[in-house]
């Protein structure tokens, strides 16, 4: 199995721009979570799916935020438009029956100039 | 609010000795803590985890004890490599969803 999957792994744009993270869960998982990495929060849960469908997105920061699901293999977060505070490590990470265990793809690291 | 805290953002340890990393969190709902490692440019990994019904988990050289009426759990590497320097969170599974919580994480150093 490749893994997660996740594409851009770095992504430079400048304030403004519109931004979208793609990633492939590993086949057969059925959770899918959106992860970003800040040195001042750690790991910070933006939003997670359970059968392609969005259960808690609490930690979205702003509207500028939204990610989806439209298929059990397949994900985006889409930032819009994007500042130079969203420049962090972006990561996805799928899970299948057990949450504990979560799998997570090498990331993607985002430049907002 | 942060559940779990890990209240050392690094550690620099000398290669063979003991590396200790530790983890406090709040919620006594807890039931179960993993602990999630990270090299550069990857993804984090499952290392070693333990349940609220032992107070000490052991894989190799890493070992987990947990106090519950602390509500505190470290991560013990012996003999510690270079090969170990990586960034570690302490996580654990939220009560009220199907979701992880995490650590800010410990960047831990192993000088050789």
């Known amino acids: 199995d490749a893994g997660v999957i996740q594409s851009p792994r770095h992504e430079v744009t400048e304030m403004g721009q519109e931004v979208t993270l793609r990633c492939k869960p590993i086949?057969?998982?059925?959770?899918l979570f959106w992860y970003r990495q800040t040195m001042m929060r750690g790991l910070e849960l933006l939003i997670y799916f359970n059968n392609n469908v969005p259960i808690d997105d609490s930690g979205m920061p702003e509207d500028r935020f939204s990610a989806k699901m439209p298929n059990a293999s397949f994900s985006t977060l889409k930032i819009q438009p994007s500042e130079p505070r969203d420049s962090a490590v972006y990561f996805c990470?799928?899970?299948?029956?057990?949450?504990?265990?979560?799998?997570f793809g090498p990331g993607t690291r985002l430049t907002v100039l | 609010d942060q559940q779990v805290k890990q209240n050392s953002p690094s550690l620099s340890v000398q290669e063979g000795r003991i590396s200790i990393l530790n983890c406090d969190y709040t919620?006594?709902?807890?039931?179960?803590f993993l602990w999630y490692k990270k090299y550069p440019a990857e993804g984090p990994t499952f290392l070693i985890s333990i349940s609220s019904i032992k107070d000490k988990n052991e894989d190799g050289r890493f070992t987990v004890f947990l106090n519950k009426s602390a509500k505190h759990l470290s991560l013990h590497i012996v003999p510690s490599q270079p090969g170990d320097s990586a960034v570690y969170f302490c996580a654990a599974p939220d009560p009220y969803g199907n979701k992880l919580v995490f650590g800010a994480g410990t960047i831990l150093r192993v000088k050789s």
């Open positions: 990470a799928s899970t299948g029956t057990s949450v504990n265990e979560q799998f």
């Open positions: 086949s057969g998982h059925n959770s």
């Open positions: 919620n006594s709902m807890f039931d179960y």
